[in-house]
């Protein structure tokens, strides 16, 4: 049985692609790169995310089949209509991948460019859908990692997770010192970690409530969750940069430090019981986070086809991001609505309506 949804769970999924859009839009602007690296971490708490809300609709796995066919309608469509966008609009030989296509391209289409460490690979042609090319492989590893964490508990899929991830940057590092930036933050097994985490913070929501606490108690709980996210995004770059660590490994080290904290915000907001989980639980915050995966998909590509100069101002970068940001709302609400959710929901419907 369908479990109730969590509105202020879609909505959190908003900040997060925003996150991104900032990611990519400050590397215009004359904002050291160490003050705006932070904002990449909102490909984490998607992972987090992803994992917190795949253990809540899926804790009861009856038809891994179902789930396969659910996911995969839910990400490749709108991944399929973005690649043929930035293969129609952006010129080929601009785009990370055009000179070894006949490897790339069909690597991008089956979502298997995230496993080659190069990047021309990796970065191919919409650079951000390397992410769903680790989600790709999350879905595919879902129903036997449910079924461990089921039998042993997190701890051990928790700790296993962590240990592969640090041992792959740490390979990589040592083996292929001048690909190991395209193991990390790229190679899907450096981020099973971030979902892992998040399935675990899901079940120990489900055995736990809201309890008697008072709406101004929740309400603490979720603003100090908020400042420790956005404290830990903000000052792990910073520190980094002020302590001269460039290395692969201590990057992805600090890295996964923020995830905990995205962890407990996902765990905090999920009770819906303070005022503002209770605020953004709401049909237009909702809205705003369920096209926030078409934001995430289309905006890097809209920013390479305006190719703005480098800005040396703060008037140019505001003049510039505010129409840039509403044209890329108005692409994702249309991306959502005419693309993604249709394409849904044929694939869903098919395979349903299928000769048992």
Known sequence: MRRPDIPVLTTLRFPAAFAIVLFHFLSYTPCPSWVWEG??????????????????????????RFFWIARFARIWPVHLFCLALALGVLPFVSLDGHASWPVTLPANIFLLHAWLPFQGSTLSYNGVSWSLSVEAFF??????????????????????????????VLLATIFLPTQ?????????????????????????????????????????????SLAACVALVVAIPISLHALGVNSVAASWLGAEFPVAAFAA????????????????????????????????????????????????????AVAFFIPYLAGSLLAAAAIFHLVETPARRAIVSAFKRRPK
């Open 39 to 64: 904002f990449g971490a909102g490909v984490s708490f998607f992972y987090v995310l992803s994992g917190f809300i795949l253990y809540y609709n899926y804790a009861d796995l009856p038809d891994r």
């Open 139 to 168: 879905y595919l590893c879902f129903p036997w990692l449910l079924a461990a964490m089921k039998a042993r508990g997190p701890a051990p899929l928790l700790a296993g997770s962590f240990v592969i991830g640090f041992v792959v």
């Open 180 to 224: 190991a930036t395209f193991v990390w933050p790229f190679n899907p097994l450096t981020r099973v970690f971030e979902f892992v985490l998040g399935m675990a913070a899901c079940r120990w929501w489900m055995q736990e409530s809201a309890g008697s606490r008072p709406v101004m108690a929740w309400t603490g709980f979720e603003c100090l």
């Open 265 to 316: 915000l996902i765990w905090i907001f999920a009770h819906q019981a303070g005022a503002i989980s209770r605020a953004l639980s709401s049909r237009v915050c909702e809205w705003f986070g369920e096209i926030s995966f078409a934001l995430y998909m289309c905006h890097q590509i809209g920013l390479r086809w305006l190719n703005p100069d480098v800005m040396t101002s703060s008037f140019d």
